[in-house]
Protein backbone atom coordinates (compact mmCIF):
# COMPACT_ATOMS: atom_id res chain seq x y z
CA UNK A 1 0.00 0.00 0.00
CA UNK A 2 2.73 2.46 1.16
CA UNK A 3 4.83 1.77 -2.43
CA UNK A 4 1.52 1.68 -4.40
CA UNK A 5 0.35 5.70 -3.01
CA UNK A 6 4.23 6.59 -3.78
CA UNK A 7 4.22 5.79 -7.16
CA UNK A 8 0.68 7.51 -7.43
CA UNK A 9 2.11 10.51 -5.44
CA UNK A 10 4.69 10.72 -8.23
CA UNK A 11 2.12 10.25 -11.14
CA UNK A 12 -0.48 13.19 -10.23
CA UNK A 13 2.25 14.85 -8.50
CA UNK A 14 4.05 15.30 -12.67
CA UNK A 15 0.40 15.45 -13.66
CA UNK A 16 -0.13 18.71 -11.54
CA UNK A 17 2.99 19.91 -12.50
CA UNK A 18 2.59 19.57 -16.22
CA UNK A 19 -0.94 21.11 -15.89
CA UNK A 20 0.36 24.29 -13.58
CA UNK A 21 3.27 24.97 -16.16
CA UNK A 22 0.98 24.47 -19.31
CA UNK A 23 -2.40 24.82 -18.55
CA UNK A 24 -3.04 21.51 -20.04
CA UNK A 25 -2.04 17.57 -19.74
CA UNK A 26 -3.06 16.15 -15.89
CA UNK A 27 -5.87 14.03 -17.02
CA UNK A 28 -3.66 12.82 -19.95
CA UNK A 29 -0.87 11.89 -17.89
CA UNK A 30 -2.35 10.43 -15.03
CA UNK A 31 -4.59 8.35 -17.15
CA UNK A 32 -1.89 7.40 -19.05
CA UNK A 33 0.09 5.57 -16.13
CA UNK A 34 -3.18 4.59 -13.46
CA UNK A 35 -5.20 2.48 -15.16
CA UNK A 36 -1.65 0.16 -15.07
CA UNK A 37 -2.25 -0.11 -11.14
CA UNK A 38 -5.95 0.17 -10.98
CA UNK A 39 -9.12 -0.55 -13.15
CA UNK A 40 -10.25 2.20 -15.41
CA UNK A 41 -13.32 2.65 -13.76
CA UNK A 42 -11.34 3.72 -10.31
CA UNK A 43 -8.39 5.78 -12.34
CA UNK A 44 -11.09 7.89 -14.17
CA UNK A 45 -13.01 8.61 -10.91
CA UNK A 46 -10.08 9.47 -9.06
CA UNK A 47 -8.88 11.55 -12.04
CA UNK A 48 -12.40 12.96 -12.56
CA UNK A 49 -12.55 13.84 -8.97
CA UNK A 50 -9.64 15.80 -8.83
CA UNK A 51 -9.88 17.71 -11.76
CA UNK A 52 -12.99 19.19 -9.85
CA UNK A 53 -9.82 20.77 -7.41
CA UNK A 54 -8.26 22.19 -10.15
CA UNK A 55 -11.10 23.72 -11.97
CA UNK A 56 -12.29 24.87 -8.65
CA UNK A 57 -8.96 26.67 -7.87
CA UNK A 58 -9.19 28.56 -11.27
CA UNK A 59 -12.85 29.44 -11.12
CA UNK A 60 -12.09 31.20 -7.67
CA UNK A 61 -10.03 33.46 -9.75
CA UNK A 62 -12.24 33.74 -13.06
CA UNK A 63 -15.74 33.35 -11.96
CA UNK A 64 -16.83 36.76 -12.51
CA UNK A 65 -15.87 35.93 -16.52
CA UNK A 66 -18.57 32.92 -16.85
CA UNK A 67 -20.71 34.03 -19.44
CA UNK A 68 -23.34 31.16 -18.55
CA UNK A 69 -25.72 31.54 -21.89
CA UNK A 70 -22.93 31.32 -24.22
CA UNK A 71 -22.31 27.51 -23.10
CA UNK A 72 -25.91 26.27 -22.05
CA UNK A 73 -26.30 23.98 -25.04
CA UNK A 74 -22.50 22.63 -24.70
CA UNK A 75 -23.20 22.12 -21.36
CA UNK A 76 -26.07 20.21 -21.79
CA UNK A 77 -24.87 17.94 -25.07
CA UNK A 78 -21.79 17.14 -22.12
CA UNK A 79 -24.23 16.34 -19.09
CA UNK A 80 -26.03 13.73 -21.85
CA UNK A 81 -22.73 12.30 -22.81
CA UNK A 82 -21.74 11.98 -19.05
CA UNK A 83 -24.87 9.83 -18.29
CA UNK A 84 -24.05 7.70 -21.22
CA UNK A 85 -20.52 7.28 -20.21
CA UNK A 86 -21.78 6.27 -16.67
CA UNK A 87 -23.68 2.87 -18.01
CA UNK A 88 -20.56 2.31 -19.98
CA UNK A 89 -18.29 2.87 -17.17
CA UNK A 90 -20.73 1.19 -14.61
CA UNK A 91 -20.85 -1.83 -16.52
CA UNK A 92 -17.60 -2.28 -18.29
CA UNK A 93 -14.91 -0.07 -16.61
CA UNK A 94 -13.66 -3.46 -14.92
CA UNK A 95 -12.78 -5.46 -17.67
CA UNK A 96 -8.90 -5.67 -18.82
CA UNK A 97 -9.81 -4.96 -22.50
CA UNK A 98 -10.57 -1.40 -21.25
CA UNK A 99 -7.41 -0.80 -21.26
CA UNK A 100 -6.35 -1.42 -24.48
CA UNK A 101 -9.26 0.74 -25.64
CA UNK A 102 -8.01 3.72 -23.42
CA UNK A 103 -4.84 2.91 -25.00
CA UNK A 104 -5.94 3.31 -28.15
CA UNK A 105 -7.74 6.40 -27.45
CA UNK A 106 -4.75 8.11 -25.72
CA UNK A 107 -3.09 7.59 -28.98
CA UNK A 108 -5.47 9.64 -30.84
CA UNK A 109 -5.63 12.41 -28.24
CA UNK A 110 -1.69 12.40 -28.52
CA UNK A 111 -1.58 12.40 -32.30
CA UNK A 112 -4.26 15.51 -32.29
CA UNK A 113 -2.27 17.12 -30.15
CA UNK A 114 0.96 16.93 -32.01
CA UNK A 115 -0.50 17.67 -35.17
CA UNK A 116 -3.27 20.60 -33.94
CA UNK A 117 -1.01 23.38 -35.61
CA UNK A 118 -1.58 22.40 -38.77
CA UNK A 119 -5.00 21.74 -38.25
CA UNK A 120 -7.79 24.63 -39.03
CA UNK A 121 -10.89 24.38 -37.69
CA UNK A 122 -14.03 26.33 -39.78
CA UNK A 123 -15.51 29.34 -37.94
CA UNK A 124 -18.43 28.11 -39.59
CA UNK A 125 -18.15 25.23 -38.23
CA UNK A 126 -18.64 26.14 -34.40
CA UNK A 127 -21.26 28.28 -35.48
CA UNK A 128 -23.11 25.77 -36.48
CA UNK A 129 -26.21 24.77 -34.27
CA UNK A 130 -24.96 21.23 -33.89
CA UNK A 131 -21.05 22.29 -33.25
CA UNK A 132 -22.23 22.33 -29.35
CA UNK A 133 -24.28 19.57 -29.54
CA UNK A 134 -21.59 17.08 -31.19
CA UNK A 135 -17.88 18.68 -29.24
CA UNK A 136 -20.00 18.70 -26.03
CA UNK A 137 -21.70 15.19 -26.25
CA UNK A 138 -18.44 13.66 -27.35
CA UNK A 139 -16.42 15.67 -24.64
CA UNK A 140 -18.99 14.41 -21.91
CA UNK A 141 -18.60 10.69 -23.43
CA UNK A 142 -14.82 10.74 -23.35
CA UNK A 143 -14.55 12.76 -20.14
CA UNK A 144 -16.75 10.38 -18.39
CA UNK A 145 -14.95 7.13 -19.31
CA UNK A 146 -11.35 8.25 -20.11
CA UNK A 147 -11.58 11.30 -18.01
CA UNK A 148 -10.00 12.36 -21.13
CA UNK A 149 -12.60 14.89 -22.60
CA UNK A 150 -11.05 18.35 -22.73
CA UNK A 151 -9.67 18.73 -26.47
CA UNK A 152 -13.33 18.79 -27.10
CA UNK A 153 -14.31 21.55 -25.62
CA UNK A 154 -10.90 23.37 -25.96
CA UNK A 155 -11.57 23.52 -29.70
CA UNK A 156 -15.40 24.85 -29.22
CA UNK A 157 -14.26 27.80 -26.73
CA UNK A 158 -11.17 28.78 -28.05
CA UNK A 159 -13.77 29.25 -31.34
CA UNK A 160 -16.31 30.68 -29.48
CA UNK A 161 -14.45 33.05 -27.13
CA UNK A 162 -12.14 35.78 -27.82
CA UNK A 163 -11.07 36.78 -24.70
CA UNK A 164 -8.56 35.00 -22.62
CA UNK A 165 -10.21 35.06 -19.43
CA UNK A 166 -13.66 34.24 -20.71
CA UNK A 167 -12.68 31.46 -22.64
CA UNK A 168 -10.79 29.92 -19.38
CA UNK A 169 -13.62 30.60 -16.85
CA UNK A 170 -16.32 28.98 -19.05
CA UNK A 171 -14.01 26.16 -19.77
CA UNK A 172 -13.25 25.33 -16.14
CA UNK A 173 -16.70 26.10 -15.59
CA UNK A 174 -17.74 22.68 -17.70
CA UNK A 175 -15.13 20.82 -16.39
CA UNK A 176 -16.04 21.42 -12.49
CA UNK A 177 -19.61 21.18 -13.52
CA UNK A 178 -19.50 18.08 -15.86
CA UNK A 179 -16.95 16.37 -13.29
CA UNK A 180 -19.07 17.13 -10.61
CA UNK A 181 -22.39 15.52 -11.81
CA UNK A 182 -19.90 12.67 -12.38
CA UNK A 183 -18.47 11.72 -8.91
CA UNK A 184 -22.13 12.33 -7.78
CA UNK A 185 -23.74 9.96 -9.82
CA UNK A 186 -21.31 7.59 -9.42
CA UNK A 187 -21.14 7.95 -5.54
CA UNK A 188 -24.62 7.48 -5.25
CA UNK A 189 -24.42 3.86 -7.19
CA UNK A 190 -21.88 3.53 -4.66
CA UNK A 191 -18.95 3.05 -6.65
CA UNK A 192 -16.13 4.98 -4.17
CA UNK A 193 -14.87 3.30 -1.44
CA UNK A 194 -12.29 3.89 1.47
CA UNK A 195 -9.35 3.38 -0.66
CA UNK A 196 -10.60 6.33 -3.27
CA UNK A 197 -10.73 8.49 -0.14
CA UNK A 198 -7.28 7.47 0.90
CA UNK A 199 -6.07 8.42 -2.96
CA UNK A 200 -8.32 11.45 -3.50
CA UNK A 201 -6.68 12.72 0.51
CA UNK A 202 -3.44 12.30 -1.59
CA UNK A 203 -4.39 13.60 -5.29
CA UNK A 204 -5.57 16.92 -3.51
CA UNK A 205 -1.89 17.40 -1.78
CA UNK A 206 -0.62 16.45 -4.86
CA UNK A 207 -2.80 18.62 -7.37
CA UNK A 208 -1.67 21.60 -5.45
CA UNK A 209 1.74 20.89 -4.77
CA UNK A 210 2.29 19.74 -8.22
CA UNK A 211 0.14 23.14 -10.27
CA UNK A 212 1.69 25.49 -7.54
CA UNK A 213 5.47 24.01 -8.72
CA UNK A 214 4.63 24.31 -12.46
CA UNK A 215 3.20 27.84 -12.24
CA UNK A 216 6.56 28.86 -10.25
CA UNK A 217 8.34 27.96 -13.24
CA UNK A 218 6.23 29.22 -16.08
CA UNK A 219 8.67 31.62 -17.35
CA UNK A 220 11.92 29.48 -16.28
CA UNK A 221 11.19 26.57 -18.57
CA UNK A 222 9.88 25.87 -22.35
CA UNK A 223 6.24 24.93 -22.02
CA UNK A 224 6.50 23.97 -25.60
CA UNK A 225 8.87 21.04 -24.56
CA UNK A 226 7.05 20.06 -21.53
CA UNK A 227 4.21 19.68 -23.16
CA UNK A 228 5.85 17.52 -25.91
CA UNK A 229 8.15 15.36 -23.47
CA UNK A 230 4.47 14.98 -21.66
CA UNK A 231 3.11 13.65 -24.75
CA UNK A 232 6.17 11.19 -25.23
CA UNK A 233 5.35 9.71 -22.40
CA UNK A 234 2.07 9.57 -22.24
CA UNK A 235 2.50 7.56 -26.03
CA UNK A 236 4.61 5.41 -24.28
CA UNK A 237 2.43 4.36 -21.67
CA UNK A 238 -0.75 4.13 -24.08
CA UNK A 239 1.25 1.59 -26.36
CA UNK A 240 1.73 0.07 -23.19
CA UNK A 241 -1.61 -0.34 -22.06
CA UNK A 242 -2.09 -1.39 -25.53
CA UNK A 243 0.06 -4.09 -25.31
CA UNK A 244 0.34 -5.31 -22.29
CA UNK A 245 -3.49 -4.21 -20.88
CA UNK A 246 -5.85 -7.07 -21.81
Not at 170 to 177: G, R
Amino acid sequence: MIVELGIVFLILFVGSFIQGLSGFGFGLFAMGFLPLLFTLKESTLLVVSLTIVLSFSILLRLYTHIQVKSFLWVLAAAIAGRIGAFFVLSEYGELPVMQPILGIFLCGMVAYLFLRRFITTSGRFIKHPAAPIILGGLAGFAGGVFAIGGPFLVVYFLMLYQDKQAYSANLQASFFITNLFTVIVHGASGHLDTNFLVYFAVGVLCVFLGSSLGLSFFQKISTERVQQLALFIVLIAAVNLIIFGS
